[in-house]
């Protein structure tokens, strides 16, 4: 029965919209509705004041009148009732006029087009990887003034905290957390004497008006805190120099105007990846968010007017959604390969981070140095030298075969795959120079790693002048026809 379901899902060309949501189990629905509605309608509640319209949805208050959710364990309690049957159609009717088909995915035709790298890349499995930790990135709990009217859908820094300290626990390693909650730093001081060891807490807020800051350790007191919403533009970079903190321009390509990199002025760092809507998963539906690749595309051209802002992904973590609820809090999920937590804003400014979009992904390390040089440079940094730079990349996959979630969460995954197909994916390494071009790249089969086995990028690069070097990951779906950034890095700069 199964065989036929997948291929009546896989070779059918009938629409999603009339076939393929029949076969969805309601988990899926009820996720895929719950994001559709929040993502596409209310990002920008905040600004544009449909939080009482949203609020009042009677579609989202009837999945929550009609099916238990268990917020502790993150579990859909369904019944087989009347109400839940005629809940179930409503959800297919909404999600079929949410659907898009036959939508082209330009990063893919671009893979096809592009031909071969320049250089080659070697590959290698080894048992050694770099140690890190994670940095957790724009999180709102309840304490944000936006969404006054939906605080039943969010949670308290408290309960955020723990969720986070149980993700982490399960994957055996640290994390530092930015609670940027709209208009207030409370967050901080809610969880700052919770002692959770592998937990570090960092003062911080988003801040102003139209255009989002995210400030991440900020000073205590700071006079300007409560006044964000009175800036906008090159004038919120300006007005938040004085915070003392570590200053990232959020989401700048969301769905209204975008901010572009001209007007970024000082900032330390630009959010590229926002939240996890922009994956293949989503291409079926009208949501229209973050405009991630078009962020990812500024701070690349921004790079060759010579800035050097650090990127770094943000969950921007508003709402639970149940099944999704574990992942839509921690991904994109940064990683830092250092030792000290407590540096956590001294190696964002230097730019030794790199993020990821899934649990599924390897956190990466981009490392180099010149030939006849003892030490290897890490992402940030800038080296001197010419002629033969030897690159590696690793990709630790110690934490990929972690449990994220329970039996909800894997009956939506499952489906989400089923939606994108199951065959002919793989992964691409692949690194850039200063132009954006790519340089080289190397196709990987994940099922090669596990938890104690990671792998290792390396190339040789013939340096002249100023240049400099990134790495990024993707999972290409041939028979789907999309690409998946599934991470990147940060560069490290050659003759800066």
């Known amino acids: 029965m199964k065989k036929l379901l997948i291929a009546a899902l896989l070779f059918s060309n009938l629409s999603i919209a009339d076939e393929r949501l029949k076969d969805a189990p309601m988990e899926w629905l009820i996720s895929a509705t ?34 238990t959710y268990d917020t502790d364990n993150d579990e859909l309690i369904l019944s087989s009732s009347l109400k839940t049957l005629d809940l179930r ?4 009717s909404f999600l079929s006029t949410q659907a898009k088909n036959n939508r082209v995915d330009e990063k893919y035709t671009q893979w096809l087009d592009e031909g071969k790298a320049q250089y080659d890349v070697t590959l290698y499995r080894t048992n050694f990887a770099p140690e890190g930790f994670y940095y957790l990135n724009h999180i709102h709990t309840n304490l944000s003034k936006d969404n006054s009217e939906l605080k039943w859908l969010k949670y308290s820094p408290q309960k955020t905290y ?37 937990l570090y807490p960092l003062r911080s807020i988003e801040w102003g008006g139209s255009t989002h800051m995210g ?3 900020i000073k205590e007191n700071w006079d300007n805190l409560d006044n964000g919403r009175n800036y906008s533009g090159e004038e919120s ?44 998963p989503f291409l079926i539906f009208k949501i229209e968010r973050s405009y991630n690749r078009d962020a990812f595309q500024q701070w690349v051209d921004s790079m060759k007017t010579g800035k050097t802002y650090t990127a770094v992904g943000g969950s921007d973590f508003h709402f639970m959604i149940p099944c999704l609820r574990d992942r839509t809090l921690m991904y994109p999920a940064n990683y830092i390969p250092a030792e000290n937590i407590e540096q956590t804003e001294e190696y964002l400014q230097q730019g030794r981070v790199s993020f990821v979009t899934r649990p599924t992904a390897p956190k990466l390390t981009l490392q180099a140095k010149f030939e006849g040089q003892n030490d290897w440079a890490n992402m940030g ?40 197909f199951w065959k ?58 999309n690409v998946d950034l599934l991470g990147a890095t940060n560069p490290i700069y050659i003759n800066w």
Request: charged fraction near 30%.
């Open 34 to 67: 719950i994001q559709s509605k929040l993502n596409h309608e209310g990002h920008d509640l905040h600004d544009h004041g449909h939080s009482d319209d949203l609020a009042n949805d009677e579609l989202l208050r009837e999945i929550f009148e009609t099916v």
């Open 89 to 92: 159609m409503k959800l297919e």
């Open 162 to 198: 723990s969720l986070i300290n149980n993700l982490i626990k399960r994957r055996y390693t640290k994390a530092a957390v930015a609670f940027n909650d709209h208009d207030t730093d409370r967050a901080y001081d809610m969880v700052k004497d919770i002692n959770y060891p592998s």
């Open 215 to 217: 400030l991440v350790g």
């Open 237 to 280: 970079i300006r007005q938040s120099r004085s915070s003392d903190g570590f200053r990232i321009v959020n989401h700048p390509n969301r769905k209204n105007k975008p901010f572009p990199y001209a007007s970024w002025l000082d900032a330390n760092g630009v959010e590229v990846w926002n939240s996890i809507v922009e994956n293949s």
């Open 381 to 420: 940094d800038k080296v001197q030298g010419n002629k033969k730079l030897t690159v590696q990349l690793f990709g630790d996959f110690s934490d990929t075969n972690k449990r994220i979630g329970g039996f909800c969460y894997n009956t939506v995954r499952n489906f989400y795959r089923l939606l994108t």
């Open 424 to 481: 002919k994916r793989f992964w691409e390494i692949r690194f850039y120079n200063l132009e954006g071009d790519l340089i080289a790249k190397r196709s990987l089969n994940p099922k090669w790693y596990r938890y104690n086995r990671h792998f290792r990028a390396t190339f040789d690069l013939d340096v002249q002048g100023t240049d400099l070097i990134r790495a990024e990951l993707w999972e290409v779906n041939k028979r789907a026809r």
